[in-house]
Every structure is written in C-alpha cells, then in structure tokens.
C-alpha cells in the first residue's frame, strides 16, 4: 500500500532532510543475488546522490548499476522521517568525469563543510578535493529512477 500524499516530504522538507542528515545507506547487489548494504557519507544537488568510496561498493556498481539509497532521521515512530530512492549508479572513473558531472563542484564544498574534519570539526570549512584514485577509490553518482518519502510527524493522533 502507497503512503498517502499528505505523509511525504515537500520538496523544501526533502531538501532539509538530504542536506542536514549525516549518513545515507546504499544497498548494492553483489555476486549472484547478494544485496550489500553500507552506511556512507554523501551529498545532494542538481536532484542526485554523490558519495565517495571504495571496495565492494564500487565493484558491484561497476558490474551493475542498479540500486537503493535510504536516507532517515529519527528513531520513534511518531518522529520518523525519510527518503528511499530507487535507480542508476555511475561510478566515475577519473577526474574528467568528475568534472563533467552537474552538480560535483556544489557537493564537494558540501560535503567538506559537512564533514569537515571528519566530523564536522574543523574551523574552516574546505572543499572536498577527493578524486578517483587506486582501482577502487571512486565518486559515484546516483540518479534516482523512484522515491518514496515520509514524515510521520504528519500522521493525524486520534
């Protein structure tokens, strides 16, 4: 059964969600019919998921680009609130294709404030300047195909 209308995000909340919430999981399909799923850092423009990696991950989306992201906050039922996007994958290969992607330059200044320092730490806040690296380390972008969102703060209490 759908969720109704009036329980997904708008646009503005989505927006919030993806660009003040710290973790995102990504379900990847691995050998066979394996699903992986890890949390990772990741940022949001232009409609799209970006997030750096390496190992698994970046295996399987190169063998097939299908996949899942979940973003949620909250714990408590009442309080829950979240995004799952269902599409395509794009593993870039190297700073080239990095730099041709709308939307990279905006999500490395987010991300390297977001997590500057690794935790948000840092004074200063810097661009994230990660790029392809090795065989594995890669940024990916991700185009949602379908999205389903929720807020549970909308449902009406009896």
Known sequence: MPIPQELSLTKDELDDLMLTSWNMRVA?????????VTPLWFGWAEGKIFFYCRGQKVVNLRRNTTCTVLVDKNERFPELQGAMFQGQAKVLEDPEAEAAVPGMEEVRW????KYAGGHGEAAEPRKNESSARGRHWRWVVFTPAKMVTWDNKKIRRA
């Open 28 to 36: 990847t399909i691995g050998p066979g019919t394996r699903i992986n």
């Open 110 to 113: 987010q991300m390297g404030k």
